[in-house]
DNA sequence: TTGACAATTGAACATATGTTCGATTATAAT
DNA sequence: ATTATAATCGAACATATGTTCAATTGTCAA
């Protein structure tokens, strides 16, 4: 007979996972089996080896046995940069403002998208935020309803950047090629079919970031 | 006086770098300096040391000492996706075929994408092709000259995907949304604005892929 | 050739790190 | 309360792993 049921896992076992990413993150390694006791606060070597054996037999670390560092979680940690979605980008909206001094990044994945760090710039990668683009009208940016637009903060712009533009009298957000001139500001769309806006140097025109970067997932479309 | 002119890297040098990268994608942890040793053939734990501190000052690796398996690239390699792309996408061209037997993950940064695997379906990932776009052709994709499409092989699709096409009797190549009737198929362009395309029954159609998704990258499109 | 320094070797060393086990304590079902 | 099992502890152990150093060999420049 079963004398006691059978407990799942506690918050010490995912202190341990949390530890487990974190530390990877930070040092590109798994800590040894004492650098996670000092971690929960617990002397005993075996003890944590009980634990990761626990966690083990849940599926949700592997161990290499008699290896130094030899523990991962079962579905590894990316070493990608975690870019804090604001909110969305629509013709009528105003656009977020990223405040970097506030953290974003909580543990749901709905609020951030992972990007291979390998495909952005290598600067600065901590102040980039995303948008997602609600409805049609980005569409002469080349930008579909639920893109993910991948944006540095800037409020000035080279000619030729792609920019999200906010115009105050318009109430009009937008992304388009900047280009600016004596008489004022010329946004270019992407799509070349599509017609240029002017803009005269009178009209106040807000340049909230830099598109660095536009992600579109496609995962079955289909019903 | 110098006695001999300064050496850089050489082919040991490298080799160990791209066991260090590989090793670390393989196993999620760094090697041990023995393990790097049987790598290259060489028995001597200080001559693997000698290498491993030249790396250091020349940039190339970090170390933490007295830390088991404290070596990693100083660019960390990512736990990513890398998926080769295989070629141009355009208009007039026939879409290169994958071979998954092939290896194309060269060293060569120029010819893969790396994609952040929580941004992927979560199967057959190395099946993934990336192409990259070539021209204006597939603006009614909301696909720019540039952009690369990462496709998963397929030759049948459901409705509402968007799938990649040869049409052999117009030689032409496109990316649409597919849906199929009794008359035959009806291509939709992304773009609301833009015409479908309708292919009657006997007209001859090869779904290459399924795109999965879309990647732009922005960096300083300005001059 | 020769001197100076780089490269290599081998071995000893120190310790970082995983493993094991017996004993003790806590917990829940009976 | 009793009992079976889980949880915890501590210590000993085995070895995986980084470090060090003296000695040897290789290589280039003068």
Redesign the interface.
Known sequence: MMARKPKGLTEVHYKILRFLEEY?RE????P?IREIGKHINVDSTSQINYYLDQLERHGRIER?RNV???V?LAR?????VRIPILGPIAAGLPIPVFDPSVSYLTDD?AFA???????L?AAERDKLFALEVQG?SM?DA???DGDIVVLKPAAE??????VAIWLPEREETTLK?FYRDKDGYLLKP????MQPIRIPKTEPLEIKG??????????????
């Open positions: 990877q040092h590109h390694y798994p040894t290499d130094s560092r030899g991962r590894p940690i990316s070493d990608v994945e998208v992972e990007i291979a760090s390998s495909l710039p049609d569409i080349m930008i579909n712009a080279h000619n030729g950047e792609m090629y992407a799509n070349p079919s830099k598109v660095v970067m536009v992600v579109r997932r496609i995962e079955s479309v289909a019903a």
